[in-house]
């Protein structure tokens, strides 16, 4: 299946946007974090990543030490130009397909992807089928203050989530969910674009709502969810009852 020729071109022109480069890097910071502290566990020699963008997250991992293969597709030709370049190997695809063989990689990640997904079960039953284990992470934005009228803008979500969708969605495409990590974004990025005393303000009274009020906190805020799943050998379990 194409993919939307709007979505492509919206996703070209934001990579090849290099005054986006500081933004994706402080992303990287959470979303390696999460995904290192989730799946140190299993096993994750040779990783891909769907979606990688311009490679920040990868080169946090690569810096750390997590992983001995960083592999990466992405639907961007300027994307995958820089992830090469950085040394990543990596190959533009559809969106839908990977061009790899079955059970190629011990662990996939897609972070903050899913949310761009035109086709979110299908790429999610690819990454099944390419990985041993399977990380996810996405921005919990289903909240009390999402709009009724969706309208296509420049961060280019089409699926929204609480957690509970966010689990529904992974385990209807065939999952089990091993362990999951609700956070905070860091001080440093809810500061972004903000005065400093700003960002602190906002990240703390976030910070103490999630930890008194977690159910609460996730209705009114946008946290991150990050989910370790491992793809159930015979798909889809069905339930017999009536």
Not at 15 to 22: F, K, S
Not at 159 to 173: E, G, I, K, V, W
Not at 174 to 199: C, E, H, M, V
Request: net charge neutral.
């Amino acid at each position: 299946m194409a993919i939307d020729p709007t979505l492509k071109d919206h996703y070209e022109h934001g990579y090849a946007d290099y005054t986006r480069m500081e933004w994706r890097s402080l992303t990287a910071l959470n979303k390696s974090a999460n995904i290192m502290l989730l799946c140190q566990s299993v096993p994750h020699e040779k990783i891909l990543d769907i979606g990688a963008g311009d490679g920040a997250v990868l080169e946090r991992l690569h810096k750390s030490k997590f992983g001995c293969e960083w592999h990466a597709v992405e639907i961007s030709d300027s994307a995958v130009a820089m992830l090469n370049g950085k040394g990543f190997p990596s190959q533009v695809f559809d969106g839908d397909h990977l061009p790899y063989a079955d059970k190629s990689f011990d662990l996939v990640i897609l972070a903050h992807v899913v949310e761009h997904l035109e086709n979110p079960r299908m790429l999610l039953r690819e990454a099944a089928r390419v990985g041993a284990h399977v990380c996810v992470e996405v921005p919990l934005d289903h909240t009390i203050r999402l709009k009724d009228t969706h309208v296509f803008g420049s961060v280019g979500h089409l699926n929204f989530f609480t957690p509970t969708t966010a689990r529904m969605l992974l385990m209807s495409a065939g999952y089990d969910i091993i362990s999951t990590r609700l956070s905070n974004p860091p001080r440093a990025q809810i500061s972004f674009g903000r005065s400093k005393w700003k960002g602190a303000v906002i990240w703390g009274i976030r910070e103490v709502s999630l930890k008194l009020a977690p159910g609460l906190a996730t209705k009114v805020f946008t946290y991150h969810y990050a989910m370790l799943a491992k793809p159930r050998a015979s798909g889809l379990t069905l339930n017999s009852g009536t």
